[in-house]
């Protein structure tokens, strides 16, 4: 099993720039392939970005491709998502997910694992 938990949530104004963070504890290694989605209400859940934790390979939706940097720190099995020139369309709860696999994995329905959540809400 694996446990992950998201942090580094909150309300912000347009603009601003976040940084969320997510540890990953049990089962773990670099054998895993971590990412970020994210659900605003009444909507469908999004993907925003994967890494592999073996090499550092990332991608993007490209809804937050040039915004949104996501990597790691495999010392403590930890991915962060640095989201930069925030809108109110970034409003969401952005979740962590991790699978058992080497490589780059955009769907949600493949990843086993994922955190509870933290909200962004980005509001004037």
């Known amino acids: 099993q694996v446990q992950l938990v998201e942090s580094g949530g909150g309300l912000v104004h347009p603009g601003d720039s976040l940084r969320l963070s997510c540890v990953a504890s049990g089962r773990t290694d670099d054998a895993y392939s971590m990412a970020w989605f994210r659900q605003a209400p009444g909507q469908e859940r999004e993907f925003l970005s994967t890494?592999?934790?073996?090499?550092?390979?990332?991608d993007y939706a490209d809804s937050v491709k040039g915004r949104f940097t996501i990597s790691r720190d495999n010392g403590k099995i930890m991915v962060f998502l640095q989201m930069n020139s925030q809108t109110p369309e970034d409003t969401a709860d952005y979740y962590c997910?991790?699978?058992?696999?080497?490589?780059?994995?955009?769907?949600?329905?493949?990843?086993?694992?994922w955190g509870q959540g933290t909200q962004v809400t980005v509001s004037s």
């Open positions: 890494i592999t934790l073996r090499d550092g390979r990332t």
């Open positions: 997910a991790a699978e058992r696999y080497y490589g780059i994995v955009r769907k949600g329905e493949s990843f086993a694992y």
